[in-house]
């Protein structure tokens, strides 16, 4: 395990909780993900064919397209891309580039990779959820790419992310729509969910 943190309270926290893993092979790194993320590719502590999941777990622009280009190109040897788990901000996201779009903001630049995320402005939720997962897909060569809502409260409310589930394994998608529709209780049915997200619904023999 290979986690990343810049607040020092969680880095602590994080600390604390590696003690109690003795077991288990668990590296905390202190900083800027998006330096020390490349650090640490670099150092190449993953194995050509190991394989390989990573979430990133980010507020709204905190995440660099670099930092999501160096996962998804670091080992070009495996069968594989390291498989990515991206949250998207949805709930606040129009109120955030509208503010970067009125002062300017390099943050945001780094964050789409290029000055042309204002594409994203004025596009409905699933419209623009699926125009970053395309990148996914287009920009970075995944096979599979599609876009989870999270919503604020299990079975309903409002979409605060989006989770980017992106991939080259056949059956990840399948096996993420029954992990989703188990955890998540989205108040639209299952049938509904996978219509939307353009997969197969699934029963239990095909999800097993």
């Not at 990573?54 to 390291?82: G, M, Y």
Request: aromatic share 10%; with cysteine; hydrophobic share 40%.
């Amino acid at each position: 395990f290979h986690l990343f943190e810049k607040k020092k309270t969680k880095v602590a926290a994080l600390r604390s909780l590696r003690a109690t893993q003795p077991d288990r092979d668990i590296n905390v790194y202190e900083g800027d993900c998006n330096v020390q993320i490349a650090e640490m590719l670099a150092s190449s502590p993953i194995r050509d064919k190991e394989a390989t999941f990573c979430l990133l777990d980010q507020r709204t622009f905190e995440c660099t397209w670099a930092t999501v280009r160096a996962l998804a190109e670091h080992n070009p040897k495996s069968e594989h891309k390291i498989e990515l788990f991206y949250f998207l901000a949805n709930k606040w996201l129009d109120r955030a580039l509208g503010g970067a779009k009125k002062t300017g903001s390099d943050r945001v630049t780094a964050w789409w990779g290029g000055p042309d995320w204002q594409q994203l402005l004025g596009l409905n939720l699933w419209d623009r959820a699926q125009q970053v997962a395309d990148r996914f897909k287009n920009h970075l060569g995944y096979k599979f790419v599609k876009p989870w809502p999270i919503y604020s409260r299990k079975g309903g409310g409002s979409v605060m992310y989006f989770m980017i589930h992106a991939t080259d394994h056949p059956r990840a998608h399948d096996l993420m729509a029954r992990a989703y529709n188990n955890a998540v209780s989205p108040p639209e049915s299952p049938e509904q969910i996978a219509l939307e997200l353009g997969v197969a619904p699934l029963d239990d023999e095909t999800a097993t």
